[in-house]
């Protein structure tokens, strides 16, 4: 669904359509399996122009016939605007008790939700995942262009979230963390990934995404020394560290050029 969204992407790599359609047909299948148990009919908080990808007019019916749920599948917040289904027909549920919010604005639904007594929920601003995020959908972007194809396992997916990104080279990527938190995260991919850290100074931790050779390895550690208490020393001692092998040290100059450092970022 990701890599070849049958109805696009929106303004970011997300592919909202196709992931409304994955998750109300997997709500569909889950009813199948259940059915001696009584579910007769899914609900969803789908309001009509709330979003401008997956949620208007024209696209609603596309999630209810393509996910297979049709006349099974209710939105009580905007019901009043949709033709009735069948919950609905056949007097399950009161339509005259269902609303008709429509548009972008949220204020309705917060109103409901006060009036629900619900304090604690999500802000309902921006989508619901990092996909919208628009420098998360560049690494994104950048990860599978550095690949040469459109490829990726759970740990990429997490690690894009984390770190500063920059590429200095079309064969390997930098992941160098920004803080103590992401320093200790990274810890946890030593094992499958080349590591850059400073030694004779404080340093962050970096990860080497891709296959890094031999005549970039001062490049990289002078990069990486640069984001380190030794970015003005003369030279830092920086060790490379191959998953399963034995950390090599190098001595680096840390690299000083701030615009280069800037088109390097993903
Ligand atoms: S924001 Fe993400 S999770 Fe939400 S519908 Fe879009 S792709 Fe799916």
Known sequence: MLLNPKHGYGMNMNPCLDCKI?????AVEWIKKN???????????EVIGQRPMSQRRLTMPIVASESGADDILLRPLCAKNLPATKPELEGWVDRE??????????????????????????????????????SYSSKLVDLWQGRGSRDYEIDDIMLLKVGRHLRPKGNYKLIIARDEGECQYLEGYRKQYTSIQSVSHNGPLALI??????EDYNHAASIVARYGQGRNADNVEMTFALPNARAQSIMVQPLTTDQVLKEWHV
Do not use: W
């Open 209 to 214: 995404d891709g296959k890094i050779e031999l």
């Open 97 to 134: 008790k269902l609303y008709d919010f429509n548009g972008r604005v949220r204020t309705p639904q917060m109103v409901l939700a006060e009036e629900y007594g619900f304090t604690d929920y999500a802000t309902p601003a921006g989508g619901c995942c990092f996909l919208t995020d628009k």
């Open 22 to 26: 994955f998750m109300v047909s997997k």
């Open 35 to 45: 059915h001696a148990d009584g579910f007769d009919f899914i609900i969803t908080g």
